[in-house]
């Protein structure tokens, strides 16, 4: 037994492990980073070293650590009150639909709040089921919408398989349009797109049209390696759901608020989808809030028909207050153009490197969302670990992650994805700093290559 003095002497990060279950972990494998303070693009642990943050954390903290206006927001909102039941008519509310309907693409004007992008996406696909008296729910294989059971059974993602046996009934997947390895064997992103778009109708056919709800599809690609759709992807899958009649649902979780240099992603491709669930960005991560911007024939349909929807916290005001300062803070300081302009530096940059490294594959960037793909040959394309790579299967990129963290470069590495998502307000300056630190790493893995 653990005398007092024991217990007074473990770090903190011990302490946790004692009573806390991390995500997505073996718990005994864990050593998690202690972090004591956060400000702008950085933050700092327990050993006083401070890391350039070029992932946002989760892709959420758009525009860095304690932004000075966030605390204030919220502060003053807690002054009138700090909770009231969802069915109320608040002023906040009622301020940050008017702005989310400024912002959002024409006619979707009403929102239905949520506290996670995995809520938003559960809650989607029930209001689509609900609207179009239909069952099915088309996604793609490679892509994530989150970890509740109904998101989780929706993604292609594989951390869905614990829970295949007893998942989502009628999720119907569709092969990506991913050009750099085509599932189709063509040689150019536009003969892609077309096959992918083939290969989508023969699957709405097979599975009738008389049976699909809707299709669920992210606005850009997140985590599972930011596949980049090509040009005329969005706008061919919503050509099919007019002409077989189903909804379409661009999941901005990760792409939404100024991620991709356009409010949402869809904007970027030029498409109006039938609903945007949303979250991360929302807040800038300050508070957790999501939800679901719905066009007007959707919500129309609920001004007669009951709304089976709700959820204790939807629309805390609290978060609410945060998401209402962070669109404020998103327009005052320019953060949609910034991102489209600090995009197109990082990609210049980007191609500077893959001209230099030869395990550099592939770079996919749209706006601050994008990823590097490593291979062991360019010319084979062998991936530098393969799809869902176990731990023994992750040797070269766990070396890139920890010369990272060494150069003070905190990122997202999976698989053999480098991922590249920086706050909005990240300076050239950072990117640099960052650039340089991921050339040291892809030197040392050049040795592995082919």
């Not at 969802?86 to 004007?109: M, V, W, Y």
């Not at 994530?144 to 998942?167: L, M």
């Not at 709405?204 to 299709?215: D, F, H, L, S, T």
């Not at 649902?249 to 030029?270: C, L, N, P």
Request: with cysteine; aromatic share 8%.
């Amino acid at each position: 037994m653990l005398l007092e003095k024991d217990i007074q002497t473990k770090t903190t990060s011990q302490k946790c492990l004692d009573h806390t279950l991390f995500p997505w972990s073996k718990q005994q494998d864990l050593s998690p980073m202690e972090v004591v303070s956060a400000n702008g693009n950085y933050f700092t642990n327990i050993g006083g070293k401070t890391f350039l943050d070029f992932s946002s954390q989760l892709v959420n903290m758009n525009f860095g650590h304690n932004h000075p206006k966030m605390k204030d927001a919220v502060a003053n909102q807690m002054n009138d009150f700090s909770f009231i039941f969802p069915g109320a008519a608040t002023k906040i509310k009622a301020e940050l639909g008017k702005h989310l309907s400024r912002i959002a693409p024409k006619n979707l004007n009403k929102v239905f709040y949520t506290l996670s992008g995995a809520e938003a996406n559960e809650n989607a696909i029930k209001m689509a089921r609900i609207y179009s008296g239909k069952s099915k729910i088309i996604t793609l294989y490679q892509s994530y919408h989150g970890a509740t059971y109904g998101a989780i059974s929706a993604s292609g993602d594989p951390r869905r398989h614990p829970i295949e046996n007893s998942s989502m009934p009628n999720i119907v997947r569709v092969e990506n349009p991913y050009s750099y390895r085509c599932p189709w064997g063509t040689s150019s992103e536009n003969e892609c797109c077309e096959k992918a778009l083939e290969h989508l109708e023969r699957v709405i056919q097979y599975e009738g049209p008389e049976n699909i709800a809707a299709m669920l599809l992210e606005g850009e690609s997140g985590t599972s390696g930011c596949i980049k759709y090509p040009k005329n992807y969005w706008k061919g899958v919503i050509a099919l759901s007019k002409k077989y009649k189903f909804l379409t649902i661009s999941d901005e979780v990760m792409s939404g608020f100024g991620r991709t240099g356009e409010w949402f992603a869809v904007q970027y491709h030029g498409v109006t989808p039938d609903m945007i669930t949303m979250a991360k960005g929302l807040t800038g991560g300050y508070l957790p809030l999501g939800g679901i911007l719905v066009d007007d024939a959707v919500a129309s349909h609920f001004q007669t028909n009951n709304l089976p929807l709700g959820l204790t916290n939807a629309a805390h005001p609290l978060c609410l207050a945060a998401a209402k300062q962070a669109l404020e803070i998103y327009e005052e300081e320019d953060l949609i153009n910034k991102a489209k302009q600090t995009g197109n530096y990082l990609h210049e940059k980007l191609l500077i490197l893959q001209s230099k490294h030869k395990c550099l594959g592939d770079i996919r960037l749209t706006g601050l969302l994008g990823c590097l793909e490593l291979v062991k040959n360019k010319t084979t394309k062998k991936p530098m670990a393969p799809f869902n790579a176990k731990p023994d299967q992750m040797n070269e990129m766990n070396m890139v992650k920890n010369i990272l963290l060494e150069n003070g470069i905190f990122t997202l590495v999976r698989w053999n994805f480098i991922f590249l998502a920086p706050p909005l307000t990240i300076t050239k300056q950072e990117i640099d700093k960052a650039l340089s630190a991921i050339s040291e790493a892809l030197s040392e893995v050049n040795k592995t290559c082919d």
